[in-house]
C-alpha cells in the first residue's frame, strides 16, 4: 500500500461523507423543524386573536400570510431537491467527480482510488448498523445530535474497517487526526472513544 495514496483518497472520502452527512442532516431538519417564518405566522395570525383585536393591521398580516406561504414553498421545494439528491446517489459517479474537480491538484494516479471507490460505495449498507452501534455506547446524545464532522470521522473509520480490511488501531489514529484538523477540541477523544467501544472493546 502506498501510505501517500491512502492519505489523499481519506481526503477525497473525507469530503464525500461530509456531504453525504450534511445533506442527510438537512432533510432531517427540514422534515422537523417547522420554518421560523410559519411559526412566526402561526402565531400573529393565530384563529384565536381576530385581525379587529390584533396589535398589528391587517395588511401586516396580509404580508405574514404572504411570506408564510412563501417559506412553506420553499421548503417543499428543497426537500424535494435533497430527497431526489440523496435518493439518486451514485458513489462511483460523484467520488470520480469529487477527485477530479474537487482535487485537481492531484492526478488520479496520486490518489488510492480503490479506497475512494470502496469505502464511499459501502455507506448504504453499514450507516445505519454504525448509527446503532454508536446510539448503544452513548448514554446523553445520539448520533443525529453530534457535530456532522464528528459523525464523518465515525462513519469513515467504521467503513474502512469493514471494507479494507485496515487494522482498527490503525484507523482509529488517522480519524482521531483528522477530527483534531477539522473539528473541534472535543472531537478527538469523543471520536477516539467511540470508535474503540465499537470497533475494539
Known amino acids: 500500500m502506498d501510505i501517500r495514496k491512502r492519505i489523499n483518497a481519506r481526503k477525497v472520502v473525507l469530503a464525500y461523507i461530509y456531504e453525504h452527512c450534511f445533506f442527510s442532516a438537512m432533510q432531517k431538519n427540514l422534515i422537523v423543524q417547522p420554518s421560523k417564518v410559519a411559526e412566526a405566522g402561526d402565531q400573529i395570525s393565530s384563529p384565536d386573536t381576530p385581525a379587529e383585536n390584533s396589535f ?15 417559506q412553506e414553498h420553499i421548503d417543499e421545494y428543497v426537500q424535494a431537491q435533497v430527497t431526489e439528491y440523496l435518493i439518486n446517489q451514485s458513489p ?10 474537487g482535487f485537481d491538484q492531484w492526478q488520479l494516479e496520486e490518489i488510492d482510488t480503490d479506497y475512494v471507490f470502496k469505502v464511499t460505495s ?4 453499514y450507516e445505519e448498523e454504525l448509527i446503532e452501534k454508536v446510539n448503544q455506547n452513548t448514554q446523553t446524545f445520539q ?10 470521522c465515525l462513519l469513515q473509520g467504521y467503513l474502512e474497517v ?3 480490511d485496515t487494522p482498527p488501531a490503525v484507523v482509529i489514529n488517522e480519524m482521531v487526526e483528522l477530527a483534531k484538523r477539522y473539528s473541534d477540541d472535543g472531537a478527538p477523544k469523543l471520536v477516539n472513544g467511540l470508535l474503540n467501544a465499537i470497533l475494539i472493546d
Open 162 to 164: 469493514k471494507v479494507m
Open 122 to 125: 459501502a455507506i448504504s449498507r
Open 92 to 101: 462511483e459517479e460523484d467520488a470520480g467527480y469529487l477527485m477530479k474537480y
Open 143 to 152: 448520533y443525529e445530535q453530534m457535530d456532522i464532522m464528528d459523525q464523518v
Open 56 to 70: 398589528f393591521d391587517a395588511e401586516f398580516l396580509k404580508q405574514v400570510a404572504s411570506k408564510k406561504q412563501q
